[in-house]
């Protein structure tokens, strides 16, 4: 682990000269005062988690690209964050030339794709860190519930997130660095990431989630945002008096509950990526149907019934067709007042 990180750190220092694309009028996105700016003006994520991928096929692929940009400017988003970089310039293009911004996520070890165990997540920095459409870069999503993947000891990802962090820095001085942590990190986890400019939080706690802002704001004095918020669209079992099976009312009724939270805490967060904007049928079974059941880490927060039906988490279903929860939050993002 150690020469791991070592040579994430040389890879840095390596990669300086690096760059391939080029944009005139370089935003710089900073943080400040607990808010997220971009050129000095405070800039508030109204956004969803996307990972368009598509009926019947298992890896993303940006074919419906132009129709989901025409309904996430209708709903107000002003910001998409994927789990994978995006590595078609043309769809970069066309997400800037829709005024909406990307926060880029690395993972660990994913065979070299743009990753932070080669160090080959800088080639991406390098390669679009001067690209309008990019916010700011994330690393990793929910590694805390994985300890495994770090020889049993989760300090080992806090070093390397420190390092990565870094190098990220010395490469790329315009935009911020996060992570997406599961919940809400303690202060030694905070104190081993001290390069790590904002936090983003997968926040999972019934349709309520207003005590983790009065929480972050007790632990640090960092930006933070909700990474991950929302619900499914299937109840396992009848509760709360929503009943058994597909119910939109209840994921409508807990993201307009949910929405309401983030939006009367605006001095202490910076905003929201409600997961998620399609449903995606390559979770929990055959990707040419819509299965139910599936599994996250701490998923019984999800309400109303405490089970993370994978399958069945979009805003919109596979086909794009709007369900009652895209209603509720194109109100939320598109009202000035928010």
């Not at 109204?46 to 368009?52: A, T």
């Not at 829709?98 to 997540?121: C, H, L, P, W």
């Not at 910076?270 to 449903?279: K, N, R």
Request: charged residues 25%; glycine residues 6%; proline residues 4%.
């Amino acid at each position: 682990m150690k020469l791991k990180l070592k040579h994430i750190f040389i890879f840095g220092l390596l990669s300086l000269s690096y760059s391939f694309i080029s944009f005139e009028d370089t935003e710089v996105v900073s943080v400040k005062d607990r808010q997220l700016r971009i050129n000095e003006t405070p800039y508030f994520i109204k956004g969803v988690c996307y990972n368009p991928v598509e009926k019947g096929r298992v890896e993303r692929d940006f074919t419906n690209i132009d129709l989901d940009l025409a309904l996430m400017k209708e709903a107000g988003i002003n910001t998409i964050r994927v789990y994978m970089p995006i590595d078609e310039v043309s769809v970069l293009d066309k997400i800037a030339a829709a005024g909406i911004k990307v926060i880029t996520s690395f993972g660990y070890n994913q065979e070299g794709r743009y990753d932070m165990v080669t160090g080959s997540y800088l080639d991406y920095v390098n390669k679009y860190k001067n690209h309008k459409a990019i916010l700011l870069w994330e690393l990793g999503n929910e590694y805390n519930y994985h300890p495994e993947w770090f020889e049993g000891d989760i300090k080992n990802w806090y070093d390397s997130l420190q390092n990565a962090a870094d190098a990220i820095h010395q490469n790329d001085p315009n935009h911020p660095v996060a992570s997406a942590h599961g919940e809400l990190p303690d202060s030694a986890a905070l104190a081993a990431s001290t390069n790590i400019d904002l936090w983003g939080l997968n926040v999972y706690r019934w349709d309520n989630p207003e005590k983790i802002f009065k929480q972050w704001s007790a632990l640090s004095d960092k930006p933070m945002y909700l990474s991950e918020a929302g619900s499914d669209s299937y109840m396992t079992v009848a509760n709360h008096g929503f009943s058994k099976g597909e119910n939109q009312h209840a994921q409508a009724q807990s993201l307009n509950n949910i929405l309401s939270d983030v939006f009367e805490h605006k001095l202490i967060s910076t905003g929201v990526l409600v997961f998620s904007f399609t449903d995606e049928l390559w979770k929990a079974g055959s990707p040419d149907v819509q299965d139910i059941g599936g599994w996250a880490p701490a998923s019984s927060g999800v309400p109303y019934d405490g089970t993370a039906n994978e399958e069945y988490w979009g805003l919109l279903d596979v086909n794009r067709d709007k369900k009652e929860a895209f209603y509720v939050l194109k109100e939320f993002y598109n009202n000035l007042d928010n």
